[in-house]
């Protein structure tokens, strides 16, 4: 890890909180967003924002590299999933600490990867483009099977492929995978120069057939031989694609024969995983980035006792047009909740939860176990009521 001094650093994308510790540390921010996630607070916490696509790489590395020359930068940060190459290839291009590009590039590209693990946590899968290649995968490997984009994100476009007259279900090139069946955790670790520390596993509550996910629990239910087990396992997965330094975020799936890596991420989890983690262990894994790859200090000591459990369930509601919501102050104030937010206005229309952008609001809580901590939830959930409009034209 190179050891330099640290002052200006640039931040693409993020969140308030993110911009918050890093103005604590003393450090000057220059943000990047998107124009269409601007945000108010993140902008009055930088010294300078600019608007740009940051997914045009050729654009950002030239804009980058230009403002270099007028503000020199000793880090570029981003816990936001499309930016993670590009975050690299700046660091890579200026010199500074970071996770290298083509462990970004393999994580996001779910067919390299497979190919890398097939020594390592074996399954099944191939690229396919046309029906007769899916077909030939699905006669070798049985149904059903789990067809998703190469590169994608987010459960969008992940289909469950349980009989042969749903072969079609593809628009072009997508990597179908034989079906793993077992409960689902993510494993949130941190990485300071090949030094692997898992702070927890969480553990996922999952659609079957839509593979959104419904709720996460922190720590996971388990014993101390299958937590071993877990954390052993993405220690060796870690070193296995070389990621030495920073945050991951490791999707498994615990089988038969054993932990399955689904996927993994060079970021803190989404679906407010960090904030469980903090609230359950207090971790703060943004802090944890923002002072390794700014200021390059490490944890002294390894830190594995959760002092609560913390859960975050997803609201689910009924498709129709909402004429009214009630109970939302009384399920906001029930014990242990410790924020509750509901995307949801009067005449709108609820549509299927398809992908996790259709979800429409969540409840985090806290308990002395995670169990407890969900069943909080359930219960404040239960206080919410839907009254629906009765427009039968807009529910067909």
């Known amino acids: 890890m190179l050891k330099v001094k640290h002052n200006r650093v640039i931040i693409i994308g993020g969140t308030t909180d993110i911009y918050k510790y890093a103005n604590i540390r003393g450090l000057e921010i220059l943000s990047i967003q998107k124009k269409d996630n601007l945000n108010k607070s993140m902008m009055k916490l930088s010294e300078k924002t600019f608007v740009l696509d940051y997914r045009d790489i050729q654009k950002t590395l030239e804009f980058v590299l230009t403002i270099s020359s007028i503000y020199p930068i000793d880090s570029v940060l981003s816990f936001t999933e499309d930016a993670q190459e590009i975050t690299a290839i700046l660091n890579e291009t200026m010199g500074l600490p970071g996770i290298p590009s083509k462990i970004t590039r393999l994580v996001n590209d779910k067919s390299m990867m497979r190919d890398l693990l097939r020594d390592f ?13 899916l077909s030939s995968f ?57 030094d692997h520390r898992v702070f927890s596993i969480t553990e996922k509550h999952v659609n079957n057939t839509r593979f959104v996910e419904e709720a996460h629990l922190v720590p996971a239910k388990l014993s101390m031989d299958k937590q071993k087990d877990i954390i052993n396992f993405v220690v060796s997965f870690l070193n296995k694609i070389k990621l030495f330094d920073g945050p991951a975020h490791t999707e498994i799936i615990l089988t038969e024969n054993g932990p399955k890596v689904v996927e993994t991420h060079t970021r803190p989890g989404g679906d407010y995983i960090p904030e469980l983690v903090d609230l359950s262990c207090k971790v703060n894994m943004y ?27 997803y609201l689910k509601f009924k498709p129709g047009k909402v004429e009214q919501v009630l109970g939302l102050a009384e399920a906001s104030q029930f014990r242990d909740v410790i924020r509750l937010e509901l995307n949801l206005n009067n005449g709108d229309f609820i549509k299927p939860v398809l992908k996790s952008a259709d979800r429409r609001g969540y409840i985090i809580a806290i308990g002395k176990d995670s169990a407890e901590a969900y069943q909080t939830c359930v219960k404040a959930e239960k206080l919410l009521k839907i009254i629906y409009a009765v427009d039968q034209e807009e529910l067909l």
């Open 287 to 313: 802090e944890l980035a923002i002072n390794w790859f700014t200021m390059n200090e490490k944890l002294d000591n390894d830190i594995n006792i959760n002092y609560q459990g913390a859960a975050i369930k």
């Open 121 to 133: 946590s074996p399954i099944k899968s191939r690229l396919v483009s046309t029906e007769s290649e």
């Open 138 to 194: 699905i006669e070798e490997s049985g149904l059903p099977v789990i067809l998703k984009p190469k590169d994608g994100v987010g459960s969008i476009g992940i289909k469950l492929i349980t009989s042969y007259e749903y072969i079609n279900q593809f628009k072009s090139e997508m990597l179908v995978e034989e079906y793993l069946v077992g409960p689902e955790y993510s494993v949130e670790s941190f990485s300071f120069n090949g």
